[in-house]
């Protein structure tokens, strides 16, 4: 099993697509795709980059074999029932607080969908995009179309402007890898946070080093359950890495807030809290009132923002959730054995297109292997963590802007520098393991269950208005 996980983790990350004469890597190609706008290219890219996931396919049902059997072993019926069970509830139990959060939030991804879709459309034509049915995946800005706001320009509201551009911002501010880390540490220590051990900063890796292959995939590491914290990335200076860089160093940051917990509690509370630290501090970092102090920009926007902003927010966080489910739906489905290596590409693309209404540029070889195209199945990481994240972290971003009596639009409230909040925040992360989730989120929020209305209520005003600008278009695939 070792042996085939080093196989897995070995062909996507030194995996690369061959383009107009030149070898990329997957950073290469992720950030190509980030602004490129023609069609064709965009489909080569993306097919060459899945290309590389397809020898991965019977290993990769080996490596379910395995994990089943070990699993079966220790009293669950197959993995993904071991993976469920990780959540202080019945594994059951589980699955369906999954969807239940998932149906809540469905409508409002349906809206978002339905007017990317037509710009697209705008974009492109009809020969590209129809106007109707599901999103050619390879337009909306991301290898996997997880999180869309690379594309924000093609749908930017008609009179109502964001006011600035992070991405140029950063450039032009000589922003760098180590700037980005030492910007979010930034945030951390300016609510109660012990600055980042030295050895951080000696010991990390920031940058691809040009002399040999490493898993450039960001991640953030606990070396000695003390102090010996870094983080491996391969940071480039875009607003996507200016997030998570704050991301990862939320992982860091909890890793020494429970590093005083019994060794068996030295986690989060659960792995979607892991997650979830990181994000609620780059809410918190994106917003404009934060990027001034910072000097990113020059001057805050009016309210006409307001709509623009949670537009780019939605692309982040709105058109993630579907496929932060898909990816562990597939594999509970194939770790059951209810999908077979035969079927592995087909039911991948059958959720896909379900849940997230998108389908691949063409048709796809009978022997792709897409889902190996993602890193967390290439390297077996559960996923459902992420869809956790993604509602925990506004679950406590709103508990936060309560705590510090923001009075204004939730999208504008930031706690930066509030001392307050982060010891709060911090006991919270004290706990890692040792209580039951609900507890550790009643210790920061008062709340005990997860709760979409958070997610909700930050995006109501955009809801609103996508369901005005969806007038007259077949929403639905
Ligand atoms: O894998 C990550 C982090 C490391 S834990 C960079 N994320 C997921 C992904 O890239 O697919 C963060 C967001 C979702
Ligand atoms: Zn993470």
Request: proline fraction near 5%; include cysteine; charged fraction near 25%.
């Amino acid at each position: 099993m070792a042996k085939i996980k080093v196989d897995l983790k070995t062909i996507y990350s030194t995996g690369k697509v061959t383009y107009q004469g030149k070898s990329l890597t997957l950073d290469d190609v992720v950030d190509l795709m980030r602004s490129s706008r023609d069609p064709a290219e965009l489909k080569a890219l993306w097919e060459g980059w899945h290309a590389v996931a397809r020898p991965m396919r019977n290993e990769y049902g080996r490596l379910v074999g395995l994990a089943n059997e070990g699993a079966r072993e220790l009293g669950y019926t197959d993995t993904g029932v071991l993976w469920r069970s990780w959540y202080d509830m019945p594994p059951d139990e589980f699955a369906q607080t999954v969807e239940r959060l998932w149906t809540q939030l469905e409508p409002m991804y349906e809206n978002l969908q339905c007017y990317v879709r037509a710009r697209l459309n705008e974009k492109y034509g009809d020969a590209v995009q129809p106007r109707t049915g599901a999103i050619r995946a390879d337009l909306l800005g991301d290898m996997w179309a997880q999180s869309w706001g690379n594309i924000y320009d093609l749908l930017a509201p008609k009179n109502a402007d964001l006011g600035y551009d992070l991405t140029p911002s950063l450039v032009k501010q000589n922003y760098d890898a180590v700037k980005l880390a030492r910007t979010a540490e930034n945030f951390y220590t300016s609510i109660g946070f012990a600055p980042l051990p030295e050895t951080f900063w000696s010991r990390s890796m920031l940058v691809r080093p040009r002399d040999r292959e490493v898993d450039c995939h960001a991640s953030a590491w606990d070396i000695d359950d003390k102090n010996d914290v870094r983080v491996k990335a391969c940071f480039r200076v875009n607003a996507d890495d200016f997030f998570t860089a704050h991301h990862e160093l939320g992982h860091n940051f909890y890793q020494r807030a429970y590093q005083d917990q019994a060794t068996l509690f030295k986690s989060g509370a659960n792995d979607g809290f892991h997650e979830a630290v990181g994000d609620f501090a780059g809410l918190n970092a994106l917003t404009p009132n934060y990027l001034k102090q910072l000097g990113l920009i020059d001057e805050v926007p009016g309210p006409q923002a307001d709509i623009p902003y949670l537009l780019r927010m939605a692309l982040d966080k709105v058109a993630f959730l579907p496929f932060a489910v898909i990816v562990d739906k597939w594999r509970w489905q194939v770790f059951a054995g209810e999908v077979t290596p035969d079927r592995y590409n087909d039911a991948w693309w059958a959720l896909r297109t379900k849940y997230q209404g998108i389908v691949p540029p063409a048709s796809r070889p009978s022997d792709a292997f897409d889902p190996g195209a993602k890193m967390h199945i290439a390297s077996n990481i559960p996923y459902t963590r992420y869809f956790l994240a993604d509602i925990y972290e506004f679950q406590f971003y709103r508990a936060a802007c309560r705590l510090a009596g923001w009075s204004g639009p939730v999208n504008r409230c930031t706690i930066y520098g509030n001392e307050e909040v982060g010891a709060r925040f911090q006991a919270m992360l004290r706990m890692g393991s040792s209580k039951p989730w609900p507890d550790a989120l009643e210790a920061f929020t008062g709340e005990r269950t997860l709760d979409a209305s958070a997610v909700a209520d930050y995006f109501a005003p955009l809801d609103r208005w996508l369901t005005d600008q969806n007038k007259g278009e077949k929403c639905g695939w």
